[in-house]
């Protein structure tokens, strides 16, 4: 199975947030969308609007342990990671994905085709398609 076969049963809108936003934005933003992860975009002069990253719970509650309630003011891009974004792409399997946030120990990964922003895969998503494949598969040897 593959990174788009997912894509393909989620909804279309992916979550973003700028980096200039404030955690506390980008915690709203969360708690609206009832998720966990946010693509962070920048303006880039050649490119647009370029995801450079990714936003998490995690992230909140990092900026409020560091830094109390004025966390809650500061910049997502005072917390995110911009030297080199994690991504996949469609045609990527989900073992494939699955190795890759392990290794960096994340969660949530972009997925970008043809250097488009066209959705957000999660471990979440990868364990529900290996359960389902599994489930399948013991209906199938059940009948």
């Given at each position: ?30 708690r609206s969308g009832n998720i ?65 946030m392990n290794c960096e120990h ?38």
């Open positions: 199975m593959q990174v788009g076969d997912i894509l393909r049963k989620k909804a279309a809108r992916v979550a973003t947030v700028r980096m200039n936003e404030t955690v506390a934005i980008a915690a709203q933003l969360m966990s992860a946010l693509v962070v975009k920048d303006v880039v002069r050649t490119e647009g609007n370029t995801p450079v990253g990714m936003f998490t719970e995690r992230d909140v509650v990092r900026a409020i342990a560091q830094y109390g309630a004025a966390g809650a003011n500061m910049k997502v891009s005072q917390f995110v990671s911009v030297q080199q974004l994690i991504s996949c792409t469609p045609s990527d399997t989900l073992e494939h994905v699955r190795r890759v994340i969660r949530h990964l972009p997925v970008i085709d043809n250097y488009s922003l066209i959705g957000v895969i999660s471990m979440r998503d990868i364990l529900a398609a290996f359960d389902e494949e599994a489930t399948a598969k013991e209906t199938v040897y059940a009948a």
